[in-house]
């Protein structure tokens, strides 16, 4: 069995129209976004590559019990929530980036 090309999600993405970026490896380098003219040196030994993060919103009801519950919209979350709310707070993140956990392990959202 062939063994699949080291980016090829990446590939799959791209050629699906999916916004990707590169970056030269090592060194903290930053994530610069592809631009689509010209094909992606997918072959390139020092870039490593990855799909464009997409940012995501959630809005988060806090309530006087400490209970938190998440809504897509804060349409939503107005309409779903009830007299304990103390707040309602728009969270933003990027997908496929962990949250540190007071472990110091990482957990998604």
Known sequence: MNKPHKWA???????????????????????DTFVREGMPSFDHSELEWRVKPVTRVLWMNIYDDDAIISHFTKEEADL??????????????TEGEGLEDTQGGESGL
């Open 80 to 93: 779903e929530c009830d007299d304990g709310r103390i707040a309602c707070v728009r969270v933003e993140f």
């Open 9 to 31: 999600e990446v590939i799959k993405a791209w050629a699906e129209g999916r916004e990707i970026q590169c970056r030269f490896i090592g060194g903290g380098w930053p994530w």
